[in-house]
């Protein structure tokens, strides 16, 4: 909606919040690409007893990507799974502390393994895996779950940046006003 209201808010975003937000689009255009796929694909069998050549393959080939971007998404808005008793009694200081080393270990355990997610788009390049029915090669299914890996780890050092420098664009409160 093209509203003169709405002009100003676009306007104040900054790039990085731009490419966060694309960022999470990608992600959820890959929640529909599954959706899509298992849908049809069960209406197909379903229906017409007739199955998409490599649907299983593109199925969890897919599922891969999604859980990939999906980290991607979640690990920025810190709306992953976690288990607060402890920083539910922490005063404010204590929670923010908690907050940058829970980022930095999560920043820490998400590099290692892009790392070693990439060593796997290699192997899989490497050793020509096709999928079942047509031969296609799955590195690029690979290839592109590691750029969401990628982008997680960006969107959780921009997170970590945040949080120490500027925790207000999270919606935390700063230290200088809670002491």
């Known amino acids: 909606m093209n509203t003169p209201a709405a002009a100003p808010a676009r306007a104040k975003r900054s790039r990085m919040d731009r490419f966060i937000d694309g960022i999470e689009l990608l992600a959820a255009l890959f929640v529909a690409i599954v959706a899509a796929d298992i849908f049809v694909s069960v209406l197909l069998r379903k229906f017409f007893s007739w199955s998409i050549p490599d649907s299983y393959d593109f199925g969890r080939l897919l599922l891969g990507i ?29 929670k923010r502390v908690i907050d940058v080393f829970a980022t930095l270990v999560l ?5 290692v393994h892009t790392v070693m997610l990439f ?3 290699l192997s899989t390049r490497a ?14 299914f690979f290839f592109v779950a590691w750029l969401g890996d990628v982008s997680a780890v960006l969107l959780i050092a921009i997170r970590t940046v945040r949080l120490i420098v500027r925790p207000e664009a999270l919606g935390v409160t700063p230290l200088k006003s809670v002491e």
Do not use: E, Q
């Not at 920043?107 to 590099?111: A, E, G, H, I, Y």
């Not at 050793?127 to 690029?140: A, C, E, F, N, Q």
């Open 66 to 94: 999604l859980i990939f971007w999906g980290i991607a998404a979640t690990s920025y808005r810190g709306t992953h799974i976690t288990v607060d008793l402890v920083w539910t009694a922490a005063g404010p200081r204590m």
């Open 127 to 140: 050793d020509h895996v096709l999928t079942y029915d047509l031969h296609l090669p799955t590195w690029p």
């Open 119 to 121: 060593d796997k788009v």
């Open 107 to 111: 920043l820490l355990v998400v590099s």
